[in-house]
């Protein structure tokens, strides 16, 4: 397994506290290609393929060479494992949470807004450092 | 990032120009804003998991319409993208995505869970093409104040739509999309049919209850989609008979000689029926 890349405590004006709690779940550098779909500003619509940079249970990041309006709604579908062997993987829809300009496009983190499984392996799960873990809960439930 | 990353955007019909309305949707819901009072309610979509939560513009006369006008904008780009050969599916799942993310660059909006009990729930079924909304209605008349709970139901593509009382399950009205574009319609007319409704059945429901006299025909009337109640009540001493509605126990007049004879033979006609039985 890659490394894991926890970030704790990252202050982020456009995150609620409770998401704050969300984001301390473990991350891991794992790379699937996933395929995106759905609308970027003015309404254009696009698909297409990446790779993502790190994932969790409920979220990733990604890069683009267009940008994602923040809040909007998308899919993503895995497409390999981390070994580049065909996944088969249903869409699941996400929701971008930050878009902020990189080297090459666009870095996009999202969160998804269902419980489906998103990816070919299963993460493992970190015991949670709060013990009060009612917040990430909710977010899990779809409440902010 | 990948080295096969690609914008596919000429293959998806967008809104853009060719949309017959290119507003956006905060757009749309701005022009209700002015004297709107905020509401709270919460709009689900068909086939998305969480639903859309306001905690300020979620009321019928700020909301109904615009998402209306965004669900009819939607349709038609299904209908585009069909044309361009997507499948029905695949349509309405970008349908859905396009909606919702349309509705989030507004920020009143949020992602939250669905099934929240709200005073105002929308339902917008992009397969069905259909538009539901369930929402309390105040009517005040001096000082008094009258709750309703309703349901507005209807096509996307075009109306009209139907007002139901929930709590009665009665039909109040059947509308048209211009009158819920009055200022008001929400606010005040519809509450006020709702009370009107209400009495009404009310006016009715004693009429129904109390016992029929010798001499007395009920009939209830078709009219307009609506059942309206008359009594004809024959008169003890001169043998003529009233005509009253039914509804406010009104007199409306007496029943003229032609009819007369009519209900007379109707009347000895069922009398015999009765003697053989």
Redesign the interface.
């Given at each position: 397994m890659p490394s894991e890349t926890i970030k704790h405590g990252l202050a982020d004006a456009t995150m609620a506290t409770g998401h704050a709690h969300a984001r301390r779940e473990p991350r891991f550098e794992l790379t699937f290609?996933v395929e995106l779909?759905?609308?970027?500003p003015?309404?254009?619509?696009?698909?297409?393929?990446?790779?993502t940079l790190d994932v969790s249970e409920w979220g990733c990041r990604?890069?683009?060479?267009?940008r994602m309006?923040p809040?909007?709604?998308?899919?993503l579908q895995c497409l390999t494992d981390d070994k580049g062997s065909p996944a088969d993987c249903a869409?699941v829809?996400f929701?971008v949470v930050r878009a902020t300009p990189s080297g090459?496009?666009w870095g996009i983190a999202a969160w998804k807004?269902?419980s489906e499984k998103v990816w070919p392996v299963d993460l493992p799960i970190a015991a949670p450092e709060d013990p009060d873990e009612r917040t990430v809960g909710m977010r899990r439930?779809?409440?902010? | 990032?990948?080295q096969?990353?690609?914008?596919?955007?000429p293959?998806?019909?967008?809104?853009?120009g060719a949309a017959p309305d290119s507003r956006?949707f905060g757009q749309r819901l701005n022009r209700g804003r002015t004297e709107a009072v905020a509401s709270v309610g919460t709009v689900e979509i068909a086939g998305?998991?969480?639903a859309l939560?306001t905690r300020t513009f979620g009321g019928l006369d700020v909301l109904f319409v615009p998402l209306l006008e965004s669900c009819r904008a939607i349709m038609a780009f299904v209908d585009r993208m069909c044309a361009a050969g997507e499948t029905k599916q695949q349509a309405l799942?970008?349908a859905r995505?396009?909606l919702?993310?349309?509705m989030?660059?507004d920020p009143s909006f949020?992602?939250?869970?669905?099934d929240i009990e709200e005073d105002n729930v929308y339902v917008v079924d992009l397969e069905h093409g259909t538009l539901t909304a369930r929402a309390r209605l105040y009517a005040v008349v001096r000082h008094r104040t009258s709750l309703f709970k309703i349901r507005i139901e209807g096509s996307i593509a075009k109306g009209p739509y139907t007002v139901q009382d929930t709590g009665t399950g009665s039909t109040v009205i059947q509308v048209d999309e211009s009158q819920m574009r009055q200022a008001g319609y929400f606010t005040t007319f519809l509450p006020g049919e709702c009370l009107r409704a209400h009495i009404e059945k009310e006016a009715t429901s004693p009429l129904a209850k109390s016992e029929m006299g010798l001499g007395e025909v009920r009939i209830m009337v078709p009219v307009a989609g609506t059942a309206v109640p008359f009594i004809l009540r024959q008169k003890e001493t001169s043998g003529g008979w009233d005509i009253i509605d039914g509804r406010g126990n009104q007199w409306l007049g007496m029943l003229p000689q032609v009819a007369l004879n009519h209900l007379t033979q109707l009347v000895e006609g069922l009398a015999r029926i009765a003697r053989r039985t």
């Amino acid at each position: 397994m890659p490394s894991e890349t926890i970030k704790h405590g990252l202050a982020d004006a456009t995150m609620a506290t409770g998401h704050a709690h969300a984001r301390r779940e473990p991350r891991f550098e794992l790379t699937f290609e996933v395929e995106l779909c759905g609308f970027g500003p003015d309404s254009q619509g696009f698909k297409t393929r990446t790779s993502t940079l790190d994932v969790s249970e409920w979220g990733c990041r990604f890069e683009v060479p267009f940008r994602m309006e923040p809040n909007s709604v998308f899919t993503l579908q895995c497409l390999t494992d981390d070994k580049g062997s065909p996944a088969d993987c249903a869409p699941v829809m996400f929701q971008v949470v930050r878009a902020t300009p990189s080297g090459r496009g666009w870095g996009i983190a999202a969160w998804k807004i269902a419980s489906e499984k998103v990816w070919p392996v299963d993460l493992p799960i970190a015991a949670p450092e709060d013990p009060d873990e009612r917040t990430v809960g909710m977010r899990r439930d779809g409440a902010e | 990032m990948a080295q096969n990353s690609r914008v596919l955007a000429p293959s998806i019909p967008t809104g853009g120009g060719a949309a017959p309305d290119s507003r956006s949707f905060g757009q749309r819901l701005n022009r209700g804003r002015t004297e709107a009072v905020a509401s709270v309610g919460t709009v689900e979509i068909a086939g998305l998991p969480q639903a859309l939560h306001t905690r300020t513009f979620g009321g019928l006369d700020v909301l109904f319409v615009p998402l209306l006008e965004s669900c009819r904008a939607i349709m038609a780009f299904v209908d585009r993208m069909c044309a361009a050969g997507e499948t029905k599916q695949q349509a309405l799942s970008m349908a859905r995505l396009r909606l919702a993310s349309e509705m989030l660059q507004d920020p009143s909006f949020t992602l939250a869970t669905r099934d929240i009990e709200e005073d105002n729930v929308y339902v917008v079924d992009l397969e069905h093409g259909t538009l539901t909304a369930r929402a309390r209605l105040y009517a005040v008349v001096r000082h008094r104040t009258s709750l309703f709970k309703i349901r507005i139901e209807g096509s996307i593509a075009k109306g009209p739509y139907t007002v139901q009382d929930t709590g009665t399950g009665s039909t109040v009205i059947q509308v048209d999309e211009s009158q819920m574009r009055q200022a008001g319609y929400f606010t005040t007319f519809l509450p006020g049919e709702c009370l009107r409704a209400h009495i009404e059945k009310e006016a009715t429901s004693p009429l129904a209850k109390s016992e029929m006299g010798l001499g007395e025909v009920r009939i209830m009337v078709p009219v307009a989609g609506t059942a309206v109640p008359f009594i004809l009540r024959q008169k003890e001493t001169s043998g003529g008979w009233d005509i009253i509605d039914g509804r406010g126990n009104q007199w409306l007049g007496m029943l003229p000689q032609v009819a007369l004879n009519h209900l007379t033979q109707l009347v000895e006609g069922l009398a015999r029926i009765a003697r053989r039985t």
